[in-house]
């Protein structure tokens, strides 16, 4: 004789909205997205109740979870955070769903512990804050190890960015040997007007296997890291589109072998 189940609605909408907001708080957070509070509200509502509109729609347990999991979450992570390549779309896709295995994992551990102490919707409120301190307080670890001012001279002209130490960028300039950063080519051009003297460096990424850069060597290139000042003279700068940097914190990307 099979097991009989009772779901009650408001419990499901509550859980699921408290797990949401979690999870699209998480990527908003680890994804450095920077989207607006009340785009991540509205996006944890939005999928409270489709989640709650599927549950009735479907009776099978099975089909609930594939709709959900296929179509609910993947169209409400799109509608937050709209991303324009399908890499950065999966990325935010994979933080969401382990932000949802994490704080699932939780309450049933606070629950299990508190049984008879606490009810299940107090377990599922202290996980939802505990998650979210920890995820402000991991965010705050991670910029201030990431990023770094660097500041830039050009033609007696000084301008300061933030910018992104990435084990990624290890891009070097074939024609000097030096190493070279990336900037934002709108905020380049809007200090020293268009570029002159420019060559152009090969580079290789995901998505694209073979590309040139344009870049340039500009006077002098600073970074302000833990208190030290690291100076660059003649510093190679590759002038990256404006789209690589759109809704990012920074305007430069370094190669973290030059502040070694």
């Not at 909205?17 to 785009?39: C, E, G, I, Q, T």
């Not at 509200?41 to 939005?46: E, R």
Request: with cysteine.
């Amino acid at each position: 004789m099979g097991a009989i189940y009772e779901v009650y609605i408001d419990v499901l909408a509550v859980n699921n909205f408290l797990v949401d907001l979690a999870a699209l708080f998480a990527v908003n957070l680890y994804r450095k997205r920077n989207m607006r509070s009340l785009r991540i509200l509205a996006g944890a509502l939005a999928g409270t109740f489709l989640n709650c509109a599927v549950f009735l729609m479907f009776r099978h347990p099975a089909a609930y979870l594939l709709v959900v999991h296929f179509l609910v979450n993947p169209v409400i992570v799109w509608f937050c955070f709209r991303e324009k390549s399908k890499q950065d779309f999966f990325s935010d896709l994979c933080v969401s769903y382990f932000m949802f295995i994490i704080i699932g994992g939780t309450v049933e551990w606070l629950y299990a512990k508190g049984s008879g102490v606490f009810s299940y919707e107090t377990a599922l409120i202290m996980a939802f804050a505990v998650l979210c301190a920890a995820v402000l307080w991991l965010g705050r670890r991670m910029r201030r190890t990431r990023y770094i001012q660097a500041k830039a001279r050009q033609n007696g002209v000084w301008i300061t960015v933030r910018a992104l130490s990435d084990s990624g960028n290890l891009l070097t300039d074939p024609y000097t040997g030096k190493k070279a950063s990336m900037i934002d080519r709108s905020v380049y051009e809007a200090a020293y007007g268009a570029p002159t003297a420019v060559r152009l460096i090969p580079y290789e990424s995901l998505g694209c296997r073979h590309g040139l850069l344009e870049a340039v060597t500009i006077q002098e290139l600073c970074f302000v890291y833990e208190e030290r000042t690291k100076a660059v003279q003649g510093a190679v700068l590759c002038l990256a589109d404006h789209a690589l940097f759109e809704k990012k914190p920074y305007q430069m990307i370094i190669n973290p072998q030059e502040i070694e």
